[in-house]
């Protein structure tokens, strides 16, 4: 397998070095805009502005406003270079988004540029709401990702690794419904939600000491009552199970829904569950992932492969790699230790040490790009590590 080779891989680094001020001021300008998740209108309109320099772009697919689909070049093998762009409540870009955004569409763009002669088709996917909202498993059943051979995104971090794994996760927004009283002359005659919603998060607690060492339970109560002399008639949370694999969150997601139905029953109240959209399990594609940390590597750009081990975080790239290969490698922006979704990393990533890193990461994407592009053989090891391999655990 030699892959595009040298002279392809130099000309795409020279696209990169022309189009580093474009994605440095792409990055910062979303990072002075930060949108939460599936609002990110200012976001998806500049990705798609500076994409349809070379690309044909559809906004709004699968039903989501802020998604898009930017392509060029024909039939098959279709590539597709991943963008998030969503912020956070509190900490705007403290996941790097603006990074992932800038780069996915750097990669394209560079490849695109570099290599028009390739076959197959480059294509840069806009997947809003990573943040809670499951923007790419709506995409994925609305058949944005059909006819897509592999998928190709990165993270921002503080460590450069090409596979990690990650845990599934289900949201549950929970609801308890009871009477509202006054709290001393009549409480007689109310039924606490908010009695209901304690005996719930104590319910979960009682689980802890049950369920796989991996898993995860969390949640935060969002409204917890009118006024501390009314009997509170409704109470809401918002709570989280992860585990390794979908099939324990779902396990998982039953026990935790059955304390909160013991809890209204045990509090004489109801209660409301809904399911929130599915994180599911990684599964890395190794050959591509190689590929980039090659590309990376090439670049003076260490790389780790530290042993794959406890809980951790959720994504949607989850999903889309259970069905076709795709890679989520993360990059170092920032100092080891530097926690995720914290304000230290929204200042990290708006960085000239993390433009460079995101700058180098889009060379080896586009690379890796080409690699796939113009050696089949190397394509049919993606795929054929793809119907083989599960997803990645921890040992
Ligand atoms: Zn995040
Ligand atoms: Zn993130």
New binding site residues.
């Given amino acids: 397998m030699t892959g595009a080779g040298a002279e392809i891989h130099e000309r795409i680094a020279a696209e990169i070095s022309k189009l580093a001020d474009t994605l440095i001021e792409l990055s910062l300008d979303l990072h002075a805009h930060p949108e939460l998740a599936l609002k990110e209108k200012y976001a998806a309109s500049r990705l798609t502005g500076l994409l349809r320099e070379d690309f044909l772009v559809e906004e709004g697919v699968g039903g989501l406003p802020t998604a898009f689909r930017a392509s060029a070049g024909v039939g098959s093998p279709v590539l597709a270079f991943l963008c998030?762009y969503d912020a956070l409540p509190g900490v705007g870009h403290g996941?790097?988004?603006n990074l992932?955004a800038a780069g996915g569409a750097g990669a394209a763009l560079a490849l695109r540029r570099a290599a028009p002669e390739l076959p197959g088709t480059v294509s840069c996917i806009g997947t809003p709401g990573?943040?809670g909202a499951g923007g790419k498993v709506v995409l994925l059943e609305a058949g944005v990702f059909d006819g897509v051979d592999a998928a190709l995104m990165f993270?921002?971090g503080d460590m450069t690794m090409p596979i990690r794994h990650a845990t599934a996760n289900r949201r549950l927004d929970v609801e308890f419904h009871g009477v509202a009283a006054h709290a001393a002359a009549s409480a007689h005659d109310g039924r606490s939600a908010l009695a209901a919603m304690i005996q719930f998060f104590v319910g979960v607690d009682a689980l802890r000491q049950f369920v796989p060492e991996t898993s995860r339970m969390h949640g935060i109560i969002t409204h917890g009552g009118e006024a501390p002399n009314v009997v509170p008639a409704y109470t809401r949370a918002e709570f989280m199970v992860r585990a390794l694999t979908s099939d324990v969150v779902d396990d998982l997601a039953e026990r935790v829904e059955a304390i909160a139905g013991a809890a209204a029953t045990a509090t004489g109240t109801t209660v409301t569950i809904s399911r929130g959209i599915g994180y599911a399990e990684r599964k890395n594609n190794h050959v591509i992932a190689e590929l980039v940390a090659g590309h990376l590597r090439r670049q003076d750009v260490p790389v780790e492969q530290p042993v794959l081990r406890g809980g951790t975080?959720s994504?949607d790239i989850g999903n889309v790699s259970l069905v076709l290969p795709a890679i989520h490698p993360y990059l170092q922006v920032m100092d080891r230790g530097t926690p995720?979704?914290s304000l230290a990393m929204a200042e990290a990533v708006a960085q000239p040490r993390a433009q460079e890193a995101m700058l180098r990461m889009a060379t080896a994407l586009a690379c890796a790009g080409a690699d796939l592009l113009a050696d089949p053989e190397i394509f049919d090891a993606a795929r054929a590590e793809f119907a083989t391999r599960g997803p990645d655990l921890p040992e």
């Fill in positions: 998030e996941c790097g988004h992932i990573e943040e993270h921002p975080g994504s995720s979704h």
